[in-house]
């Protein structure tokens, strides 16, 4: 099993840039297809992006297609999300989750390990 760490959030204009990291520990991260989800206060937990175990393949809500790019280091243990052209509704709490399964999924059922989670604050 993994555990995992989220960091990089914080506060940044519309039309800026962030990356957050998910560092995870455990030996079976390699293992793992990763994804990214965003929960905004009063809103269900919403999917933003997946990536399989080796990085062959991406998946993206639309809301953040061509803006957000997922990738990671499987040497370094670490799952990133790459955010640009930020806008005020990308606001929320940004999780990294870890599922088992053999394909990615867009599904929060699929994912069996969270992080605690961190904000982005997008203001206009």
């Known amino acids: 099993q993994v555990q995992l760490v989220e960091s990089g959030g914080g506060l940044v204009q519309a039309g800026g840039s962030l990356r957050l990291s998910c560092a995870a520990s455990g030996r079976s991260f390699s293992s793992y297809n990763m994804g990214w989800f965003r929960q905004a206060p009063g809103s269900e937990r919403e999917f933003v992006a997946w990536?399989?175990?080796?990085?062959?393949?991406?998946y993206y809500a639309d809301s953040v297609k061509g803006r957000f790019t997922i990738s990671r280091d499987n040497a370094k243990n670490t799952v990133y999300l790459q955010m640009n052209s930020l806008k005020p509704e990308d606001t929320a709490v940004y999780y990294c989750?870890?599922?088992?399964?053999?394909?990615?999924?867009?599904?929060?059922?699929?994912?069996?390990?969270w992080g605690q989670g961190t904000q982005v604050t997008v203001s206009s």
């Open positions: 989750a870890a599922s088992p399964r053999l394909t990615g999924s867009s599904d929060y059922h699929a994912y069996d390990t």
């Open positions: 990536i399989t175990w080796s990085a062959s393949r991406e």
